[in-house]
Nanobody, 123 residues
Framework: QVQLVESGGGLVQAGGSLRLSCAASGRTVSSLSMGWFRQAPGKERQFVAGISWSGGNPYYADSVKGRFTISRDNAKNTVSLQMNSLKPEDTAGYYC????????????????WGQGTQVTVSS
């Protein structure tokens, strides 16, 4: 079993930056793919970024490509999401997820989920 806890959310002005972190416990996640999703009120959960177990080949939703960077530290059992040039449309709850499927962009491919952290971007 894997427990995931996100942190780093908050309120930021448009154009600003935030760094989200996800700490895993219960078992090592070094063999799992990791991802970040987001969900705004009234909308479906949306893929944001993913990274393979090795940390190589990160992949992103088109809406965040060039602005967000996902990374992981397997020694610390953590994954991070650096978010730059934030826009009001980035406002959502952000969720960390872990799973065994490589290159997964659908939420059903991820088995473990955190509780989420809120990101609000003001205009």
């Amino acid at each position: 079993q894997v427990q995931l806890v996100e942190s780093g959310g908050g309120l930021v002005q448009a154009g600003g930056s935030l760094r989200l972190s996800c700490a895993a416990s219960g078992r090592t996640v070094s063999s799992l793919s990791m991802g970040w999703f987001r969900q705004a009120p009234g909308k479906e959960r949306q893929f944001v970024a993913g990274i393979s177990w090795s940390g190589g080949n990160p992949y992103y939703a088109d809406s965040v490509k060039g602005r967000f960077t996902i990374s992981r530290d397997n020694a610390k059992n953590t994954v991070s999401l650096q978010m730059n040039s934030l826009k009001p449309e980035d406002t959502a709850g952000y969720y960390c997820a872990a799973g065994t499927t490589a290159w997964a962009t659908h939420s059903y491919a991820y088995k473990y989920w955190g509780q989420g952290t809120q990101v609000t971007v003001s205009s």
